[in-house]
């Protein structure tokens, strides 16, 4: 309910970039889940590190905020190589961090942006079991990131539990469609 509520927030405050289907592994229907854009969180911006510049982050069970330049990035990955709520996206090895885990999954070494967007899928998954326990845990734990000590758990699971369906159809931004080759519609 209260996610609900902040969510709603989220939307009276502007649009989302663009939509996405997103689920736990353990979930069975998928979620639309909206994603927002700012230039807070750009890679070049101003604002610090490591709550905005660069960074993203899961706000609600349907809100992620994320960095005009990444979202441009999960908007280019998808036109060139989409994933589907039948082929969905997971993180690779079930770790964004661990290069020899991603290895050994098949993975690449380093995370494409729509991985990282799985990452946080999995935080939107978090935020519904969690409720309002997830601002406290997730203000405690995210800056502990991935690992192999207790306090890892939280970044682990997100990265192994999230499933991006894909962008839903015609959610994305004029800003962002112009960006595509030929600034085509998504
Ligand atoms: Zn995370």
Redesign the pocket.
């Known amino acids: 309910m209260v996610h609900a509520i902040v969510s709603a927030g989220f939307h009276l405050m502007g649009s989302p970039a663009f939509r996405i289907y997103g689920r736990g592994r353990r979930e069975n229907t998928w979620r639309e889940i909206s994603v927002f854009a700012t230039h807070r969180r750009d890679l070049q911006s101003r604002w610090p590190a490591p709550l905005f510049r660069g960074t993203c982050i ?1 706000w609600t069970t349907s809100v992620i905020a994320v960095g005009w330049d990444f979202a441009t990035q999960v908007i280019r990955e998808q036109y060139r190589c989409p994933v589907s709520r039948d082929h969905p996206l997971q993180v690779s090895g079930g770790r964004v961090r661990d290069s020899q885990r991603r290895k050994e999954a098949g993975g690449q070494n380093y995370p494409s942006a729509s991985e990282i967007l799985a ?2 899928i ?2 939107t998954w978090q935020a519904r079991r969690l409720s309002l326990l997830y601002w406290p845990i997730g203000a405690a734990f ?1 800056l502990c990131r991935e690992g192999d000590h207790w306090y890892n758990w ?2 682990n699971q ?2 192994e539990e999230g499933l991006f369906g894909g962008i839903v159809c015609g959610s994305v931004c004029s800003q962002l469609r112009r960006e595509l080759p030929g600034g085509t519609n998504q």
């Open positions: 899961t990452h946080e999995g935080h995210t939280f970044e997100a990265s």
